[in-house]
């Protein structure tokens, strides 16, 4: 194959990976909608706990194990690669093992200390997730560093449809058996992990035993960083619902009410987390595109193409997560009612205005972290990442510990959240510049934000209520916030040229 169409293929792969992962994200929305429905918001609330806390432990583990497989895939040679994948699957297996063992014997106590002793029985039920990930997602990371990665993204969407399909039949079922839904879902869920882990072996292969210079040590070393890196990626991404999960137990407690009113709470304030979600999902496919242009200029130590890429790439994630921002803050609560009913408009829609921003701020601070990975500053944004999981765990604890059983709870969790993503975020913006030479230029950032508040009051006070007349908003206020950055000279004729030559390519 040539090098043209090589790069070709690679380009259709990474297509292909980036339109798995846009799949998921609908896929999660349609996941998050009907969940609801099927377990009532407290059921959904409860499953919300559960799948919290198990997820700080399992994501790290599928994003670590495709990563370091793929490396290590990359670095074997043709007669060692065989034995090298036999090795690195016995290693997960065996590390799989003991963590969801672990998990299993101290989900009582996990339980206790999130305010959720109910759902023990669904979180001892994912532990078994934690084993089949340890095997299924080095398989992933083998396809991708054979960069198959139309195979990837083809078992990415199957994956994706499985689970949702486990969590949602799996309540249906347990509710019509008149059984607790969440551990129903947690039931299908681990039905599901295991089908794609089956489907995955048959058809990448469990390798064989045969020489590799592969040790564990360096294996090791390899894939920890990783590990730990993403486990504290994982606790800044549910700390906040995590804890407002006990808080709203112990208020629960104190008002001498049942715990389903706290589950109810739990609820509305992930369905909040779908929409402020989103950015930050968006904006990781930006990553896939600036990580190795950084990667390439920091090994040339070219500082003006490391000063440039990281201006684009800032500029060009700052003028996208504003235009999905202004859509959530101009119609939070109305999009709250249009999917998940008006009880959780009520509780969370207040919330959502400012978790908006504050999870803006975060989708920001995602390619911030990027852009220090990718400059070989690995262990400042460890620290950075640390050090906003401390802050937004901190700041919880100091609004929102001893707040009523009531939406005032969700709007304390909001605030802390909030103005701790922000910090954290201006931390890691003055590391990247420090680092690049480089960041975004004021009047930018200026200039989107008095986009976003326009374009955000336009759809707060210029639509009347009504179901389709909010799908009609959303629609439009994007399109008002990019005719405001026009007509404010963000955006020009120069930009349209970048967005023609990146389709043709």
Request: hydrophobic content about 55%; glycine content about 10%; proline content about 3%.
């Amino acid at each position: 194959m040539s090098k043209e169409d090589s790069t070709r293929s690679t380009g259709r792969g990474g297509l292909a990976v980036a339109g798995a992962k846009l799949y998921f994200i609908l896929l999660g929305l349609v996941q998050q909608i009907a969940l609801p429905k099927v377990l009532g918001l407290d059921g959904y609330g409860a499953l919300s706990r559960v799948l919290s806390i198990a997820s700080i432990t399992y994501n790290p583990i599928t994003t670590m194990s495709i990563q370091a497989v793929s490396r290590t895939v990359v670095q074997a040679g043709p007669d060692e690669l065989p034995g090298t994948v036999r090795k690195v699957l016995g290693w997960h297996a065996c590390f799989g093992l003991v963590l969801s063992l672990a998990f299993a014997l101290l989900s009582p106590q996990i339980a206790e200390m999130a305010g959720a002793g109910h759902v023990e029985t669904p979180l001892r039920i994912l532990a078994a997730v934690l084993f089949i990930y340890s095997l299924y997602t080095p398989l992933i990371g083998i396809a991708n560093g054979q960069r198959r990665f139309m195979l990837q993204a083809a078992f990415d969407v199957t994956s994706a449809t499985l689970r949702t399909l486990g969590l949602i039949i799996g309540a249906f079922t347990a509710r019509r058996l008149s059984q607790a839904g969440p551990a129903g879902s947690a039931l299908g869920f681990v039905v599901s992990a295991t089908l794609v882990l089956f489907i995955a072996a048959g058809v990448l292969g469990v390798g064989r035993a045969g020489a590799t210079r592969l040790s564990l040590g360096r294996y090791v070393s390899l894939a920890a960083p990783l590990l730990f890196g993403q486990a504290l990626l994982n606790l800044l991404f549910q700390a906040d619902l995590t804890l407002l999960g006990r808080f709203a137990s112990h208020a629960a407690e104190r008002a001498g009410e049942p715990v389903s009113r706290a589950d109810a709470l739990v609820g509305a304030y992930r369905a909040t987390q779908l929409f402020s979600f989103l950015p930050y999902q968006i904006l990781i496919a930006i990553t896939f595109i600036l990580f190795p242009m950084l990667a390439s200029a920091a090994q040339l130590k070219d500082r003006e193409a490391i000063a440039r890429y990281v201006r684009t790439g800032m500029r060009l994630s700052l003028i996208i997560a504003g235009a999905m921002v202004s859509v959530t803050l101009g119609l939070a609560p109305r999009l709250l009612e249009l999917l998940f009913g008006s009880e959780a408009a009520l509780l969370g829609g207040r919330a959502l205005s400012l978790l908006s921003l504050g999870f803006g701020a975060f989708a920001i601070f995602g390619i911030l972290t990027t852009v220090l990975n990718s400059l070989g500053r690995e262990r400042e944004s460890l620290l950075v990442t640390a050090l906003a999981v401390v802050i937004v765990a901190g700041l919880c604890f100091t609004r929102a510990h001893e707040g009523n059983l009531s939406e005032q709870l969700l709007w304390l969790t909001a605030q802390a959240t909030s103005t701790g993503l922000v910090v954290a975020t201006s931390i890691a913006a003055y590391l990247v510049w420090r680092a690049a030479g480089g960041l975004v230029s004021p009047w930018t950032l200026a200039r989107t934000l008095l986009a976003l508040g326009l374009a955000a009051a336009l759809g707060r006070f210029a639509f009347p209520p009504g179901k389709m007349l909010t799908l009609v908003a959303a629609a439009v206020i994007p399109c008002v916030y990019l005719a405001l950055l026009i007509g404010l000279r963000e955006l020009g004729r120069a930009d349209l040229e970048v967005l023609r030559k990146v389709a043709k390519r």
